[in-house]
């Protein structure tokens, strides 16, 4: 069964302070792993996917890489508007639904 | 263009109850998900939709069911509703050919039960 388990549940931080978001994964074959964020009350929204080990892709003050276990989503410099909960998900080779992480809960303070 | 869209936006149903909660998929899409986000836990998969037919289902209850229509919007119906049912409820559309990839979520219904 996979499992993806995400760390640390909350993280507080200061405007400018950077951070890294753990999160790990167990699948049988990896298809794609995937970062949202949620805002309270709304939908996930789509931030990154990446496909294989090694991979990297970047989005204003967010990066996002991956390896084999686990993958860690990079924040530089964060604002106030970049709180929210970062959520992780991946695709196994066998499935099309995605499993969810619960979640890091990303407090900026100004 | 427009996103996944879902209504309503909010519900509250007594135990005993049963609750409709529809869905429109990004244009081009044929694929939908449904997700169930109860407060404080992460989404849990319900039900997958692709072409019409339901494909695959999570762990719940037959109590809980849907369908697509011929246009590949969705329904998703919890019969006999429970407390522990409360949650908001996300629907998400991909490209069927792809059969990976991103899935794109609406806003959710949030559903309470009383």
């Known amino acids: 069964e996979d499992q993806v388990t995400q760390s640390p549940e909350a993280l507080r931080l200061q405007e400018g302070e950077s951070s890294s978001l753990n999160c790990s994964y167990t699948v049988s074959g990896l298809r794609g792993l995937f970062w949202y964020r949620q805002d309270p009350g709304k939908g996930p929204e789509f931030l990154f996917t990446?496909?294989?080990a090694g991979e990297e892709k970047e989005k204003e003050r967010l990066k996002a890489t991956l390896t084999k276990k686990e993958s860690f989503l990079h924040i530089t410099a964060p604002k106030p508007e970049d709180s929210a909960t970062y959520l992780c998900a991946v695709q196994d080779t066998g499935r099309r639904a995605l499993t969810f992480g619960s979640g890091t809960r990303l407090q900026v303070q100004p | 263009e427009a996103g996944v869209t879902q209504s309503p936006t909010h519900l509250i149903k007594t135990r005993g109850q049963q609750a409709t909660l529809r869905c429109s998929p990004i244009s081009g899409h044929t694929s939908v998900y449904w997700y169930q986000q109860a407060l404080g836990l992460g989404l849990q998969f319900l039900l997958w939709?692709?072409?019409?037919?339901?494909?695959n289902r999570g762990n719940f209850p037959p109590r809980f069911s849907g369908r697509q229509f011929p246009n590949y919007s969705s329904e998703l119906n919890v019969n006999a509703l429970e407390l522990e049912d409360s949650a908001l409820y996300l629907c998400a559309s991909r490209l069927t050919i792809a059969n990976t990839g991103e899935l794109f979520f609406g806003e959710g219904s949030r559903l309470t039960v009383l």
């Open positions: 939709y692709d072409e019409g037919e339901e494909r």
């Open positions: 990446l496909y294989s």
